[in-house]
T-cell receptor
Framework: AQKITQTQPGMFVQEKEAVTLDCTYD???????LFWYKQPSSGEMIFLIY??????QNATEGRYSLNFQKARKSANLVISASQLGDSAMYFC?????????????FGPGTRLSVLP | DTAVSQTPKYLVTQMGNDKSIKCEQN?????MYWYKQDSKKFLKIMFS???????INETVPNRFSPKSPDKAHLNLHINSLELGDSAVYFC????????????????FGPGTRLTVL
């Protein structure tokens, strides 16, 4: 079974608007971490934001915020004021508590295109 | 001051050859990983090493063998290359933690694009 689901293979957003990228996860661990990474066309993987399973507040990093709904097992990424440079693949990932907490699983990704 | 470096960046080779990809991290992290990203951009973990010990070994053909001479290096050797091995291979590292709830994001290398002809 898929541990990380990203239901939007592709998304379009107008420049300067906000966009939400969906992520749902499946785990029976109480302790886990959720991550979002960005992969531009140049290919590198860039860490954006992190949410711990015990964090009560939603994580924020600049224009990125993570809408964490633990009961629904969702960790959506919100990008405010989209910029052309935000066009990229976005991956949601989860680290579970086993194996010293090192078992990372990535979702299939969402390709975001920002329109001028 | 590259945190995680991989060489080579591009690798083009014939079917049946043996090749290696090197990875080094200067972050002092305890754990290193190899991922394969296929043509559909799906990222799948192949191996994870913690302090030179194999922690995760996903279902990967035994033609793939990781080697960790020290905790700063994790090299990937591939024997008898096949067409289906063509992909981008990423090395990554992170700090080990005792529980999954702490932030220890993975730092990725730039990737190695392997093309098997």
């Amino acid at each position: 079974a898929q541990k990380i689901t990203q239901t939007q293979p592709g998304m379009f957003v107008q420049e300067k608007e906000a966009v939400t990228l969906d992520c749902t996860y499946d785990t029976s661990d109480q302790s886990y971490g959720l991550f979002w990474y960005k992969q531009p066309s140049s290919g590198e993987m860039i860490f954006l934001i992190y949410q711990g399973s015990y964090d009560e507040q939603n994580a924020t990093e600049g224009r990125y915020s993570l809408n964490f709904q633990k009961a629904r097992k969702s960790a959506n990424l919100v990008i405010s004021a989209s910029q052309l440079g935000d066009s990229a693949m976005y991956f949601c990932a989860m680290r579970e508590g086993g194996n010293y907490g090192q078992n990372f699983v990535f979702g299939p990704g969402t390709r975001l295109s920002v329109l001028p | 001051d590259t945190a995680v470096s991989q060489t080579p960046k591009y690798l083009v080779t014939q079917m049946g050859n043996d090749k290696s990809i090197k990875c080094e991290q200067n972050l002092g992290h305890d754990t290193m990983y190899w991922y394969k990203q296929d043509s559909k951009k799906f990222l799948k973990i192949m191996f994870s090493y913690n302090n030179k010990e194999l922690i995760i070994n996903e279902t990967v053909p035994n033609r793939f063998s990781p080697k960790s001479p020290d905790k700063a290096h994790l090299n990937l050797h591939i024997n008898s290359l096949e067409l289906g091995d063509s992909a981008v291979y990423f090395c990554a590292s992170s700090q080990v933690v005792n529980s999954g709830g702490s932030n220890n994001e993975q730092f990725f290398g730039p990737g190695t694009r392997l093309t098997v002809l």
